[in-house]
């Protein structure tokens, strides 16, 4: 059974950082791409980052670009995401996922069930 | 970024209700779209990928269409168990983007 199990978040202040960790299990991990996508309280979905499975690659949105940074460590099945500078904006509920790419379609197959950062003054 | 803009976005429906949400692209993502199920306190499950293509354990009363820019959603008799927000995103090119949602109530 695939799990993702996310840690490291909490209530911090606007400019600190956190760097948050997604556990993986159940599956292969290092030939998988992954992702991290949040959600503010009440409010919807936004995809924040991803990277390949060697690391090679990544990517991310416009929002946090320059101020998060997506990791891995494939001997260790764990994908991190720094989060620098933090703003009162990147309050949210912040999901790992893991990444299929099917018929030239990507979709996120599976979540983690989250942890929340707060970022408050 | 590509817009994906839902409808409704909130419905209140009953057991056994055929339910319709459709999901519209600002621009044409042919079949990269994807819909989402989500429960309070828990996380998004995959509900429909490439716009029709059920994954394994969704049950079958869910299914998706469309193509280019307009997408619908069908659950054709709606369960106890279907009562949550659902999500439509296109894989299309990057960011990633998400529709604000349709939360679906019980009438």
């Known amino acids: 059974e695939v799990q993702l199990l996310e840690s490291g978040g909490g209530l911090v202040q606007p400019g600190e950082s956190l760097r948050l960790s997604c556990a993986a299990s159940g599956f292969g991990f290092t030939s998988d791409a992954m992702s991290w996508v949040r959600q503010s309280p009440g409010k919807g979905l936004e995809w924040v980052s991803a990277i390949s499975g060697n690391g090679f690659n990544t990517y991310y949105a416009d929002s946090v670009k320059g101020r998060f940074t997506v990791s891995r460590d494939n001997s260790k099945r764990t994908l991190f995401l720094q989060v620098s500078s933090l703003r009162v904006e990147d309050t949210a509920i912040y999901y790992c996922?893991?990444?299929?790419?099917?018929?030239?379609?990507?979709?996120?197959?599976?979540w983690g069930l989250g942890t929340l950062v707060t970022v408050s003054s | 970024d590509i817009q994906m803009t839902q409808s409704p976005s909130s419905l209140s429906a009953s057991v056994g209700d055929r339910v319709t949400i459709t999901c519209r692209a600002s621009?044409?993502?042919?079949?990269?779209l994807n819909w989402y199920q989500q429960k309070p306190g828990q996380a998004p499950k995959l509900l429909i990928y490439?716009?029709?293509s059920l994954p394994s354990g969704a049950p079958s009363r869910f299914s998706g269409s469309g193509s280019g820019t307009d997408f619908t959603l069908t659950i054709s008799s709606l369960q106890p168990a279907d009562f949550a927000t659902y999500f439509c995103?296109?894989?299309?090119?990057?960011?990633?983007?998400f529709g604000q949602g349709t939360k679906v109530e019980i009438k």
């Open positions: 996922a893991k990444l299929v790419y099917s018929s030239g379609c990507e979709y996120f197959q599976h």
């Open positions: 490439g716009a029709s």
């Open positions: 995103q296109q894989s299309y090119n990057t960011p990633r983007t």
């Open positions: 621009q044409n993502i042919n079949t990269y």
